[in-house]
């Protein structure tokens, strides 16, 4: 199993620029997330999915949009590049709501908006 | 709302020296609680897990324990060495709504001198 994977690894922006983040997981999990990671602080919770066709906001999902068509894939899109969205975006999956079940995470894209 | 608090690092250590890094929570109900970890150029991955009170998890030589009465789970291991080297999150399961979404502490970086 590959797990999950993200892509790209890293990506310039310019201002109002518009991009998609790929994630993909191939352990048929149907729970999956995009977390931003900003230096010095925690992940924060952009938006997750609890299966195909069903997406929710999370902690800060403003400037970003989601859609989920297949249980593989979680594309992140950034509509209007700003400078305040220059952070580390890290994808991840889990198998159960359960609370005790863990999350698996991609790798992570790192962007820079300039 | 539902918190974790961590000791802010980075904490420096010589090889085999003894580690805790602190942890603590607020949070309603009884939320598992995990340790992540991160090593430089990756994503996260689970290091351990304690789903109920005086529970302790443990992999790889670390430890840390559910403690309710001080709302803690402090992160400790005996002797450490370089590749233990990374950035520790602290995170809760937040119970509100139906799936798993976590709450992660600030991070705290560990730098192990050889």
């Known amino acids: 199993n590959a797990g999950v994977t993200q892509t790209p690894k890293f990506r310039i922006l310019k201002i109002g620029q518009s991009m998609t983040l790929q994630c993909t997981q191939d352990m048929n999990h149907n729970y999956m997330y995009w977390y931003r990671q900003d230096p010095g602080m925690g992940l924060k919770l952009i938006y997750y999915s609890v299966g195909a066709g069903i997406t929710d906001k999370g902690e800060v999902p403003n400037g970003y949009n989601v859609s989920r068509s297949t249980t593989e894939d979680f594309p992140l899109r950034l509509e209007l590049a700003a400078p305040s969205q220059t952070s580390v975006y890290f994808c991840?999956?889990?198998?159960?709501?359960?609370?005790?079940?863990?999350?698996?995470f991609g790798p992570g894209t790192r962007l820079t908006v300039t | 709302g539902n918190s974790v608090t961590q000791m802010e690092g980075p904490v420096t250590l010589s090889e085999e020296a003894f580690l805790t890094i602190n942890c603590t929570y607020t949070a309603t109900g009884y939320p598992s609680l995990f340790w992540y970890v991160q090593y430089p150029g990756e994503g996260l991955q689970l290091l351990l897990k304690a789903t109920k009170a005086d529970d302790k998890g443990s992999n790889k030589g670390f430890e840390a324990t559910y403690r309710k009465e001080t709302t803690s789970f402090h992160l400790e291991k005996g002797s450490v060495q370089v590749s233990d080297s990374a950035v520790y999150f602290c995170a809760l399961s937040d119970l509100g709504g139906a799936t798993n979404k976590l709450i992660f502490g600030t991070g705290t970086l560990l730098a192990v001198q050889p």
């Open positions: 991840a999956s889990s198998y159960s709501p359960g609370s005790s079940y863990e999350q698996y």
